[in-house]
């Protein structure tokens, strides 16, 4: 079965510094991996997807991760981070019966500045 | 606009009593799927549904019930067998039965709380 692990669960960054939100994943197969955002109280919102091809994915908001099949991970990143970033991002990995999302715990980012 | 609506934003209920919570899409897509999420522990799926008439258990299924008679509607159930009802429930939806590519879209959330 598939798992996904957010080794963070806080991370705090100044306004303005990089980010890097890591994730590791396990599956058999070829993976198909999803970062969300949640800001407090509201849904989840995509902020980018990889299923093939370029191993480094642009998303929304600035976002980009890449993908390392021989790490088995998935990171987040972003160059210079904003304080409407603050918020909390999951990872998550599709597989299995139904489209089924398997999602890490999630990572809390702070912004301080 | 296109998208997925829940209702109630919160919701309180008694123990012993069964609750249910409304999630409606107007995205026309096939399959929709409901998740509970607890501090610290991600999203976890209750039930999804590939069809109308159709649906399945997924991971934490106990103490919940759905139904799926309209392609636009996905209702959950909280039943009084439900242990540890408190939680924030998301619903979503996505385009394609069975594409692990596609994405899943998530409505903005029930907080049921259990007095």
């Known amino acids: 079965a598939q798992s996904v692990t957010q080794p963070d669960i806080h991370i705090t960054v100044s306004e303005g510094a990089s980010l890097e939100l890591r994730c590791n994943y396990s599956?058999?197969?070829?993976?198909?991996l999803f970062w969300y955002v949640q800001s407090p109280g509201q849904g989840l919102q995509l902020l980018l997807k990889y299923f093939s091809g370029d191993t480094l994915v642009q998303g929304i908001k600035g976002f980009e991760a890449e993908f390392k099949r021989s790490q088995s991970s998935f990171n987040l990143r972003k160059p210079s981070v904003h304080w409407s970033d603050a918020a909390e991002y999951f990872c998550a990995v599709a597989g299995g019966d139904g489209n089924k999302l398997v999602f890490g715990a999630g990572t809390i980012l702070r912004v301080k500045s | 606009d296109g998208g997925i609506t829940q209702s109630p934003k919160y919701l309180f209920r008694k123990e012993g009593q069964n609750v249910t919570l409304s999630c409606e899409q107007n995205l026309n897509h096939d399959a929709m799927y409901w998740y509970r999420q607890d501090p610290g522990q991600g999203l976890r799926l209750i039930y999804y549904s590939q069809i109308v008439n159709d649906f399945q258990k997924g991971d934490i299924a106990e103490g919940y019930s759905v139904s799926r008679e309209k392609k636009e509607s996905f209702p959950l159930t909280v039943t009084s067998a439900q242990k540890n009802p408190t939680a924030f429930y998301l619903c979503?939806?996505?385009?394609?039965?069975?594409?692990?590519?596609?994405?899943?879209?998530f409505g903005p959330g029930t907080r049921l709380t259990v007095l």
């Open positions: 599956y058999g197969a070829t993976p198909y």
């Open positions: 979503a939806s996505s385009d394609r039965a069975g594409g692990l590519a596609d994405t899943q879209y």
